[in-house]
């Protein structure tokens, strides 16, 4: 049974050449259980869909579409989505440090939402946010509910901001960029906490990264998305072993790979072509500099004349992987 | 290092000691001292690439700042062609400087907003002297051309650029006083995936022509792995373990590196879940990098293989024999090959 099902979700606003669409017919389907990991470049929209499901869109944005979630979540009146925001879906943010209260203990902000959602008392509430910060690694013996954030280091930070996502036992969590801010070895420790608490308590996750490593490792599904359109999208690993669209495929290849080995070899003489890393030339386009057609023409190596009359349908590849393109990699 | 005593060396890091007076507690409490280089030494030669790699707070940004004599070590020596550069008098230091540039993070934040790109450019070329006006232009227009902008860019301003196109402004800046080394401060980290890579290969481009020096510090592994041919890898203000690149990566010995390989998200699907509870990163206990044994070695509180010798007399960074088991392509690789560590990941395996 699905969980989530996003349906021709489309995020527009006002714009001096008119009406412009952030995202653009967005179409994905969510299991319960499953994770999602959704890569592009910034200002591809990644963040922007996340907000749209949460209903968190700034006052500009307009969202049309469907955020099935129970019922259609952008049909919502205020007052139902906040019992459902921190309850139901919940949200890990990038910046530790501007997520958290500065001003208020770890173990008041972790409880805040049990008391909110659940109708704890004081005194549960406390309790069982002690349990959540236990079980993301932050013991109470070590770490006092009384600290406050700044006491705390970064990846410390981002544990409680895990704790605050799952205290309410949520069937949801988004988690944006959760680990940008840290450093490799304490991203590593992040991902397998966030990894095994989706594992254990049945969660579904969706991890928006521009780290594809990150999604190799620890998603089922992706979505590839540019320019506020998805390209790609299928399990994880079919997406990584066939990248049929010219974008997929150029932004796997400009990064400097460990399956590649580097020999030193070419380092040593000349740049070689060999060494040099395959680029995708240009740069993302603007909201309004976007044409009718595919939005990737001006960089695509396999552009063809209709490319950039037509937006491409959605082509399905077999097993649940499709994208968005007229001339696929085979 | 084995080159010490040949000429080929652009600059030579010797023991060099950086320590800040942290703020008192108390009033009548003692001074503490944080150590953010604890005698690092370092070789970088001509043309070479080196890369050096640690956490934030390994004392990286503070290396740069002492390689380009912004900050004076407390002990030790940084000698650049020869000179040594902090107790230069400030005239001959001002002009040793145009050998040294630096290339930084955040392309926003690095370039002045109220100066066109002409006037951020040709910045640097006060330290060459007097110029008449004529060949500062020229040499703008030069500097721009290298790094694949337009001379006509020169009377815009930064924020017509996008993020990619500042970096490459940065860097003809740092170019234009014809540099023989680059100090680079994780310089893609700012960018997206695919700009990341345009601004690599012109790295190693203007490097291929120009016969530039880089000393690269990043904490993207895999960025390292291409563009140095060198690496050494920091903890706490010492250099853990230092090789060249190819060694460094496929034969890590210090516990530390071996952590910091197995973090990097691999991008083969077929690798996921990883084995939790099982390597190195997940038995790395505790994420604070402060607490640290006073005479043991640094990384010996967070140590998966930790024993009672490592809390007590910290190892010194000597070479590396590889054991048998160990192949390598050439034995000079072997000499470059350093570790402070009682116990070796070879020596692990063999008992």
């Known amino acids: 049974m699905s969980l989530l099902t996003v349906k021709n979700l489309t995020v527009s606003t006002e714009h001096q050449s008119g009406s412009i669409n952030?995202?653009?017919?967005?179409?994905?389907?969510?299991?319960?259980?499953?994770?999602?990991?959704?890569?592009?470049?910034?200002?591809?929209?990644?963040?922007?869909?996340?907000?749209?499901?949460?209903?968190?869109?700034?006052?500009?944005?307009?969202?049309?579409?469907?955020?099935?979630?129970?019922?259609?979540?952008?049909?919502?009146?205020?007052?139902?989505?906040?019992?459902?925001?921190?309850?139901?879906?919940?949200?890990?943010?990038?910046?530790?440090?501007?997520?958290l209260n500065p001003l208020l203990p770890i173990g008041f902000q972790v409880a805040e939402s049990l008391r909110l959602h659940k109708n704890f008392s004081r005194h549960q509430s406390q309790q069982h946010a002690s349990k959540v910060l236990d079980r993301v690694?932050?013991?109470?013996?070590?770490?006092?509910?009384?600290?406050?954030?700044?006491?705390?280091?970064?990846?410390?930070?981002?544990?409680?901001?895990?704790?605050?996502?799952?205290?309410?036992?949520?069937?949801?969590?988004?988690?944006?960029?959760?680990?940008?801010?840290l450093d490799v070895t304490i991203q590593a420790q992040i991902l397998d906490l966030i990894a095994e608490l989706v594992f254990e308590e049945n969660m579904s996750l969706i991890l928006i990264t521009h780290n594809l490593g990150i999604v190799a490792e620890n998603?089922?599904?992706?979505?590839?998305?540019?320019?506020?359109?998805?390209?790609?999208?299928?399990?994880?690993?079919?997406?990584?072993?066939?990248?049929?669209?010219?974008?997929?495929?150029?932004?796997?290849?400009?990064?400097?790979?460990?399956?590649?080995?580097?020999?030193?070899?070419?380092?040593?003489?000349?740049?070689?072509?060999?060494?040099?890393?395959?680029?995708?030339?240009?740069?993302?386009?603007?909201?309004?500099?976007?044409?009718?057609?595919?939005?990737?023409?001006?960089?695509?190596?396999?552009?063809?004349a209709n490319?950039?009359?037509?937006?491409p349908e959605l082509i399905q590849l077999g097993t649940a992987h499709s994208t968005t393109c007229f001339f696929p990699y085979e | 290092m084995n080159q010490e005593n040949t000429d080929n060396s652009l600059l030579k890091i010797r023991n060099v000691v950086r320590e800040y007076i942290l703020p008192r507690q108390r009033l009548f409490s003692s001074v503490k001292r944080f150590?953010?280089?604890?005698?690092?030494?370092?070789?970088?030669?001509?043309?070479?690439?080196?890369?050096?790699?640690?956490?934030?707070?390994?004392?990286?940004?503070?290396?740069?700042?002492?390689?380009?004599?912004?900050?004076?070590?407390?002990?030790?020596?940084?000698?650049?062609k020869g000179e040594i550069l902090h107790t230069l008098k400030a005239k001959k230091l001002r002009r040793m400087r145009s050998g040294l540039q630096m290339i930084f993070q955040d392309p926003y934040g690095s370039l002045d907003p109220r100066q066109s790109v002409e006037n951020i450019v040709a910045e640097p070329l006060s330290l060459l002297g007097e110029m008449t006006f004529k060949k500062r232009s020229e040499m703008v227009a030069e500097a721009l051309t290298n790094v694949g902008l337009s001379p006509n860019d020169t009377v815009k301003f930064p924020h017509e650029f996008s993020g990619g196109q500042r970096q490459r402004i940065a860097i003809a800046r740092a170019l234009i006083t014809r540099p023989a080394l680059i100090?680079?401060?994780?310089?893609?980290?700012?960018?997206?995936?695919?700009?990341?890579?345009?601004?690599?290969?012109?790295?190693?481009?203007?490097?291929?022509?120009?016969?530039?020096?880089?000393?690269?510090?990043?904490?993207?592994?895999?960025?390292?792995?291409?563009?140095?041919?060198?690496?050494?890898?920091?903890?706490?203000?010492?250099?853990?373990?230092?090789?060249?690149?190819?060694?460094?990566?496929d034969h890590a010995q210090h516990p530390y590196t071996r952590a910091l390989l197995e973090a990097v998200p691999s991008t083969d699907p077929s690798k996921k879940k990883r084995n939790i509870g099982k390597n190195y990163v997940s038995i790395m206990s505790g994420s604070n990098i402060e607490n640290i044994?006073?005479?043991?070695?640094?990384?010996?509180?967070?140590?998966?293989?930790?024993?009672?010798?490592?809390?007590?007399?910290?190892?010194?960074?000597?070479?590396?024999?590889?054991?048998?088991?160990?192949?390598?392509?050439?034995?000079?690789?072997?000499?470059?090959?350093?570790?402070?560590?009682?116990?070796?990941?070879?020596?692990?395996v063999k008992t």
């Open chain 2, 183 to 249: 100090v680079a401060d994780e310089p893609v980290s700012a960018l997206d995936v695919s700009v990341q890579a345009q601004v690599l290969n012109l790295m190693m481009d203007l490097r291929d022509n120009y016969g530039l020096a880089y000393l690269f510090i990043s904490h993207d592994l895999n960025i390292v792995r291409h563009m140095t041919t060198k690496v050494a890898v920091m903890y706490a203000g010492r250099i853990v373990e230092q090789g060249s690149t190819q060694t460094l990566f």
């Open chain 2, 35 to 80: 150590r953010a280089l604890d005698g690092v030494s370092l070789t970088v030669n001509f043309g070479e690439s080196v890369g050096i790699v640690g956490e934030s707070g390994c004392g990286k940004s503070t290396l740069a700042r002492t390689v380009l004599a912004l900050e004076a070590p407390q002990s030790g020596k940084i000698s650049f």
């Open chain 1, 137 to 181: 690694g932050l013991q109470s013996h070590k770490y006092s509910r009384s600290l406050y954030p700044h006491q705390l280091s970064g990846g410390q930070r981002q544990r409680v901001v895990i704790a605050i996502a799952m205290a309410c036992g949520p069937e949801l969590i988004i988690a944006d960029e959760p680990t940008t801010a």
């Open chain 1, 22 to 99: 952030i995202l653009d017919n967005i179409n994905f389907n969510l299991e319960r259980g499953t994770s999602l990991g959704v890569v592009g470049e910034s200002g591809c929209g990644k963040s922007m869909m996340a907000l749209a499901i949460m209903g968190l869109l700034p006052d500009n944005m307009t969202a049309s579409g469907e955020v099935q979630f129970g019922g259609n979540l952008l049909c919502l009146p205020e007052k139902e989505l906040c019992q459902i925001r921190g309850n139901r879906i919940s949200m890990v943010f990038q910046e530790p440090m501007s997520t």
């Open chain 1, 307 to 311: 490319c950039s009359s037509k937006f």
């Open chain 1, 219 to 304: 998603t089922d599904q992706m979505l590839v998305m540019y320019a506020g359109n998805i390209v790609e999208s299928g399990p994880t690993k079919n997406v990584f072993e066939k990248l049929v669209h010219p974008y997929t495929r150029g932004l796997f290849s400009s990064i400097p790979n460990s399956r590649v080995p580097n020999t030193g070899k070419g380092l040593q003489s000349k740049y070689s072509q060999i060494n040099r890393l395959p680029t995708i030339p240009g740069r993302v386009p603007e909201f309004w500099e976007r044409s009718k057609g595919c939005s990737f023409v001006d960089r695509c190596p396999r552009a063809q």
């Open chain 2, 293 to 348: 044994y006073e005479n043991g070695c640094v990384f010996a509180s967070r140590c998966p293989v930790v024993e009672d010798k490592c809390k007590n007399f910290s190892p010194v960074l000597q070479n590396f024999q590889a054991s048998t088991s160990a192949r390598f392509d050439n034995n000079t690789q072997e000499i470059h090959h350093k570790v402070a560590c009682y116990k070796p990941y070879d020596e692990l």
